[in-house]
Nanobody, 123 residues
Framework: QVQLVESGGGLVQAGDSLRLACAAS????????MGWFRQAPGKEREFVAA????????YYADSVKGRFTISRDNAKKMVTLQMNSLKPEDTAVYYC????????????????WGQGTQVTVSS
């Protein structure tokens, strides 16, 4: 069992940066691929970024590539999403998720989800 708790959301202006964190519980954190997703009002949830268990491979949605960076610290059971050059279209609730493999995580087939944290980017 893995529990995920996101933090770090807030209200920022376009061009600003924000760092989201996801704290995980459970002994097997390092065996899970981790991902970030987001859901804007009236839209479906979409994949943002993913990272494999050891942190050696990362994947990004085209819309955030070059601006967002996902990383993890297995000793601290933490995964972070550094978001730079934020745009109003990045406004959404951001969710942390865990799955058995990055292939499944990238398609949303995750075993555990956090409760989400709101990110609002004003223009």
């Amino acid at each position: 069992q893995v529990q995920l708790v996101e933090s770090g959301g807030g209200l920022v202006q376009a061009g600003d940066s924000l760092r989201l964190a996801c704290a995980a519980s459970g002994r097997t954190f390092s065996t899970y691929a981790m991902g970030w997703f987001r859901q804007a009002p009236g839209k479906e949830r979409e994949f943002v970024a993913a990272i494999n268990g050891i942190g050696g491979s990362t994947y990004y949605a085209d819309s955030v590539k070059g601006r967002f960076t996902i990383s993890r610290d297995n000793a601290k059971k933490m995964v972070t999403l550094q978001m730079n050059s934020l745009k109003p279209e990045d406004t959404a609730v951001y969710y942390c998720a865990a799955g058995t493999h990055t292939t499944r995580v990238r398609t949303g087939l995750c075993d555990y989800w956090g409760q989400g944290t709101q990110v609002t980017v004003s223009s």
